[in-house]
């Protein structure tokens, strides 16, 4: 990373990044181009590994693509506020964000399902809501395992 001062590596500041933010974009390879979607997400961190869920449709362009070529590259980030300064290629924003590449693995176990909606929804929502075998069954749940991500910043001081 060029700008070490604004890396993120504790994992308090990442996980508030996680919370904070509603939305990845998931960038594939479909044949010789690019293709980037963005997708709600639910998460959870474990042994340094950052794990992305996510559900969809049972079938599509993205699910076709995924199951040819399952190594993805992800962004997600906040926005936040302006930085207008006097010069204006001094002007900017304030910003947190994840970036990382990842593989996907598709879930078909119903109790990890479940558990991937069940992050999922407590991300978008801020609630626990536990999910029914036939909930998780009629959607394409998967994840992005990551062990290859960084998060960066720059903050209001």
Do not use: W
């Amino acid at each position: 990373m060029r700008r070490k001062d604004r890396e993120v590596s504790d994992i308090l500041t990442l996980t508030n990044i996680l919370n904070k933010c509603k939305t990845a974009s998931i960038a594939m390879i479909d044949g010789d181009m690019p293709y980037v979607v963005p997708l709600s997400y639910g998460y959870e961190i474990t042994e340094g590994s950052l794990l992305l869920y996510f559900h969809c449709a049972k079938e599509g362009r993205k699910l076709n693509i995924l199951h040819t070529n399952n190594k993805v590259s992800f962004t997600i980030f906040d926005e936040g506020e302006p930085l207008h300064a006097d010069t204006p290629c001094n002007s900017g924003y304030y910003y947190s964000s994840i970036i990382g590449n990842g593989t996907v693995k598709f879930i078909e176990d119903s109790a990890e399902k479940r558990h991937g909606l069940s992050l999922m929804y407590a991300n978008q929502s801020g609630k626990n809501v536990e999910f029914t075998d036939a909930q998780a069954d009629s959607v394409c749940v998967f994840k992005i395992i990551s062990r290859d991500y960084t998060g960066k910043q720059k903050a209001m001081i």
